[in-house]
T-cell receptor
Framework: DGGITQSPKYLFRKEGQNVTLSCEQN?????MYWYRQDPGQGLRLIYY???????QKGDIAEGYSVSREKKESFPLTVTSAQKNPTAFYLC???????????FGDGTRLSIL | KQEVTQIPAALSVPEGENLVLNCSFT??????LQWFRQDPGKGLTSLLL?????REQTSGRLNASLDKSSGRSTLYIAASQPGDSATYLC??????????FGAGTTVTVRA
C-alpha cells in the first residue's frame, strides 16, 4: 500500500537534546511538508520541500531543521533552540505543490 | 494574514441528526478549499476538495459548499452516525500554494 509513514509515534526529548522525526513516503511525490499542531490552533507550516535537495522555511521554522537527500524521505530535527517543542507533528506529501496533500499519522513529541 | 475560523469549536448531537459545520476565511483569492477529518491521535484524511471555480462538492452523505465572496464554506453531514465522531478541519490554498488551516470542530455523535 502506498502511503506516508511517520516514526516514532511517540517521542520524548530531554533538555538540551536534539531529536529527529522520520517521514517516509512511497507515493513518488515530489513535494513534502512538515506541520505542527497545537491544541486549539490550526496546523502551522514548519518547512516544505518541492524537490530533492531543496527546501524552504514555513511560518514557524525557528528551532527546526530539515534535509531532503532522497525523494522519499524528509526528516525533521527539533533542536534545543526550540523552547516549546511539545506538540503533534504531521508530515504530508503531494505530487507537486499545486496538488492535494496526503498526511501521515503524526508523531507526538513531549518534554521529559 | 490568512485566517481561518471554525465555529463552533465543539458540537454534540444525537444520532440521525444532520450536522452543519462552518468555516470562514479572510482571503478571497483562494485556489481551493478542502475539508479534512482527524481522528484522535491520527493524521488528516481528506473528505472533499472544492476548486475556487466550484460552488459545491458532494460525496455520499457529505456536501460542502463554497462562497468566495463572503469567505465561507459549510460542510453538511446528513443523518449523522457515531462513526462520524471526529474533528473536522477546513483549509484553503492560496498564494504560493500554501495551506491555511482552521483549528477544527470536534463532533460527538451520541448513540
Amino acid at each position: 500500500d502506498g502511503g506516508i509513514t511517520q516514526s516514532p509515534k511517540y517521542l520524548f526529548r530531554k533538555e538540551g537534546q536534539n531529536v529527529t522525526l522520520s517521514c517516509e513516503q512511497n507515493l513518488n511525490h515530489d513535494a513534502m511538508y512538515w506541520y505542527r499542531q497545537d491544541p486549539g490552533q490550526g496546523l502551522r507550516l514548519i518547512y516544505y520541500s518541492q524537490i530533492v535537495n531543496d527546501f524552504q522555511k514555513g511560518d514557524i521554522a525557528e528551532g527546526y531543521s530539515v534535509s531532503r537527500e532522497k525523494k522519499e524521505s524528509f526528516p525533521l530535527t527539533v533542536t534545543s533552540a526550540q523552547k516549546n517543542p511539545t506538540a503533534f507533528y504531521l508530515c504530508a506529501s503531494s505530487i507537486d505543490r499545486a496538488q492535494p496533500q496526503h498526511f501521515g499519522d503524526g508523531t507526538r513529541l513531549s518534554i521529559l | 494574514k490568512q485566517e481561518v475560523t471554525q465555529i463552533p469549536a465543539a458540537l454534540s448531537v444525537p444520532e440521525g441528526e444532520n450536522l452543519v459545520l462552518n468555516c470562514s476565511f479572510t482571503d478571497s483569492a483562494i485556489y481551493n478549499l478542502q475539508w479534512f477529518r482527524q481522528d484522535p491521535g491520527k493524521g488528516l484524511t481528506s473528505l472533499l476538495l472544492i476548486q475556487s471555480s466550484q460552488r459545491e462538492q458532494t460525496s455520499g452523505r457529505l456536501n460542502a459548499s463554497l462562497d468566495k465572496s463572503s469567505g465561507r464554506s459549510t460542510l453538511y453531514i446528513a443523518a449523522s452516525q457515531p462513526g462520524d465522531s471526529a474533528t473536522y478541519l477546513c483549509a484553503y490554498k492560496w498564494g504560493d500554494y500554501k495551506l491555511s488551516f482552521g483549528a477544527g470542530t470536534t463532533v460527538t455523535v451520541r448513540a
